[in-house]
């Protein structure tokens, strides 16, 4: 603009930002793991008004800029839940923007819809839910909120009158996405109930079963329990076969968040069996599929439920074919109705490495966990708080007294060390360091990193 | 994967990528518009089970095949609100994918969110709304969602008790995505009034306020007036000002669906003054910014009532800092939690072409429109149904009898010629072709070619 941009200009812009980017990759592990910069500094690098005239390739200079002040995730970033940004699959998104697809029905493109079809249907054999349907979504919190909406109108419909009533049940550990859902759904957080878990953050069954019994009883309709397959905090499974049980004996909607613990299935399948339970799951392809943010997925086993809570075609959209293939419109199926080409990246990413390399890598964070717990256990300055059934482990360093403020100020001082990256939970009350391991660039050598980093910084709290 | 891949591999990846993607654009022009393809072919091309072993580079062949199957946007695509998908800026995608930072908070990206931030405040600042807050969002269905459930908190609050209890206004044109969202809600659909509009298809004001008067007479509580700043059918522009001050007279909430037309402020800023008036307004770059899908934005007066519909945080997420800049999280004022970086493509596209060459082709689109309408208008077997106030040329093919059949006939016949892609409408009850001006390739003779190419396909449908 104002006339296109020459193609061989373009492709000279594409090549500096490549180079930006591998250069970015080849100082990864040597970069502060937390980028050291404040507000200011920051707004005053990256911030200012729009340019009234263009800075044609100088651009790449201010591109330049962005570098060091975004956080570096290198094999040792293990915060909160965040896959590792795999780089094959980052390439299909110049390509994706440059094609620009939008991929709201097979009629308007195709290519982009059988390719989303395509990596929704991996994704579902990969969790042993073969035949169901779904799309890619922003990520969890949409797939959740996607997910409930189908629950509401399957059990409480109120698309046309309003005024949704009835139950959802979900545990204490569950996600502040099911909260947020609820309340965006009209449902309201007081008809959330939050189910009691055991002592290893799984939900209790009988809990469960006495909070429906007590609902009916006293006239409230169930719509949906929640299970969560890898909590937040500890990565925690709840029995999900069990809870279907009981969600069918109530006639509720079985929804399973799985969009950290899912992807397990590739490569420890025994764990996560109870998936195909599920009326529908949530499942992040950007955790533990390492891809780029964002990559998020709803799968659910009846796409006419999915078209009674989102289906609201207007003549502007209309396909204007019967066909199961080229009348296929997403925006029946999903909140969205102009929807990003995200498919292409997971689709390039899983055909570049194959889904085997995939499971070795998941296998691997599953070691990395285990070998961290032990280390810790065996660490006389730390304590093992909880280590789960994925891959997070909560620990903290045991302190005579204040340990939470102690360990507070323990994980920012870690943070601030700039090689270890770790979240914070709470664990049975009390304060806990988090790692969890997503992260296909994680080494061993890592691991132990991690506690030398912990036990050095805390010599300088203690 | 199993090991991280060589840097120069990635970049011999990223530069195969980049040739292909140059290679869409050097052809994009001779394209059949609309891809030849159909189901199963596509299914046979680019479906399949997933690999368990990879392809490796061999996967830049399965990427060429992606390209015959999809949708080129060259300057005659003109069908439903699409933009062009602007190159330079695509480039940001891969850094953004190969930095994968998550926009969830300041402390987790500093550079992606001062960088979000500043491109929401240029956003706001085109369209004389400054000092409004907001976020990036997957579309105009997200940000209308949003907008919706802020107006809601703000008058019918429902989050803890549910059961929301409320009406919604707007036009008898409005987006789909408002039922869509007044559903998701559970204020339910009948509780949403379509306002008839005038010839011109604007909200017609004594017709809201008629309704409004007698809701609230009737004991019914208003919890917003949706304005539409450019409708999807023929970009007729609300009657701002005049809507502001009867929803202020009621209380109502503001908010304003400018996700096709808001942007033309920036080249018609007179058209737009009453933007500044809304309570939340949603507007998409990846429309009349020309961005590749997806870059919506939900613009709003006051990040406070934002926080009381979206907080919801979790001692998982807790940022730790009261301060403006570094204690700032999207996921308190938003839907999402992990968010994409979807900010770079937008603040790069603006930086390397200048503010200023928007401004122009924005006024060159809808330059665009008033040359299709009068050249409509002086042929004689055609019919101007809609010109509109932005750049949306409503017309149809004369014909003395069955009209509305023959015109859906030929808009098939068009699109599959390959050289124009149009879109349909209903306007005045009967069936219209419909050519949307924001793409920024588009030329003067590209104009005459939509002429040419309707009477050409009108003979063979005559």
Redesign the interface.
């Known amino acids: ?2 006339t ?2 020459p ?2 200009e ?2 000279r ?3 500096a ?6 250069d ?3 100082d990864l592990d040597r970069r502060p793991i937390a ?1 050291r ?4 500094e ?2 005053a ?13 100088a ?1 790449v200079d ?2 330049r800029e ?2 060091p ?3 570096a ?1 290198n094999g040792r970033f293990l915060g ?1 839940v ?22 709201t029905a ?1 009629r ?5 819809v ?2 989303e ?2 990596v929704v249907s ?1 994704l579902a ?2 969790l042993g839910c073969g035949g169901f349907g779904g799309s890619l979504t ?5 797939a959740n ?1 996607m997910g409930l ?1 189908m629950a ?1 109108e399957g059990r409480a419909p ?8 009835g139950v959802v049940y979900a545990s204490e550990e569950v ?3 099911i ?2 859902a609820v ?9 959330l109930r939050r189910i009691a878990v055991d002592g290893a953050q799984r939900m209790r069954v009988d809990a469960l079963e006495r909070a429906l019994a007590e609902d009916v009883a006293a006239g409230r309709r169930p719509i949906a329990v929640v299970a969560t397959a890898g909590t ?2 500890t990565g925690a499974i709840d029995p999900l076969d069990a809870i279907a049980d009981v969600a069918a004996r109530y006639g509720a909607w079985l929804h399973v968040d799985g969009a950290y613990g899912a992807l397990a299935a590739l490569a420890a399948p025994d764990r996560l069996a109870g998936l195909r339970r599920a009326d529908s799951l949530s499942v ?1 392809a ?1 955790k533990w599929l ?1 891809q ?3 990559c ?1 997925c709803l799968l659910f086993r009846d796409a006419a439920a999915a078209r009674r809570a ?1 289906s ?6 209309k396909t204007g074919s019967d ?4 009348g296929f419109a997403f925006f029946d199926e999903s ?7 995200r498919a ?2 997971l ?2 990413s ?9 499971r ?2 998941i296998a691997r964070d599953l070691a990395h966990a285990r070998a961290l717990a032990a280390r810790v256990a065996a660490e006389p300055r730390l304590e093992l708080l909880a280590a789960g059934d994925l891959s997070a482990v909560c620990f903290r360093h045991r302190w005579p007294a204040d340990a939470d403020a102690r360990n507070a100020a323990l994980l920012r001082a870690v943070n601030a060390r700039g090689r270890v990256y770790l ?4 664990v049975g009350g009390v304060f806990a360091l988090r790692a969890c391991f997503v992260n ?2 994680t080494t061993d050598a890592d691991v132990e990193e991690v506690v030398q980093e912990v036990l050095a910084a805390g010599e300088g709290v203690g």
């Open positions: 603009m104002p296109d941009l193609t061989d373009w492709l812009l594409a090549d930002v490549a180079r930006l980017a591998r970015w990759l080849d980028p910069t404040r507000g200011a920051a707004i690098a990256l911030g200012g008004e729009a340019p009234e005239v263009g800075l044609g390739h651009v201010r591109l962005v570098l002040r975004a956080r995730q909160y965040l896959g590792s940004g795999e780089p094959a699959g980052a390439v299909a998104d110049l390509l994706a923007s440059v094609l620009n697809q939008n991929v097979w308007s493109s195709p290519a982009a059988t390719v079809r395509t991996w054999a990969a922003g990520g969890g919190s949409a909120l909406a509401r109120a698309r046309e009158a309003g005024r949704p009533e996600h502040m996405s909260p947020k309340a965006l759904l009209g449902i309201g957080t007081r008809n937040v905090a992040d950007h390492y780029a943010v964002d998020g989102f609201d075609s207007g003549e502007y959209v066909d199961a293939v080229e909140v969205e109705l102009s929807r990003r080409f292409l990246r689709w390039t899983i055909q570049f490495h194959g889904l085997g390399a995939f070795a890598a979240s914070n939970a709470v296909h660039r």
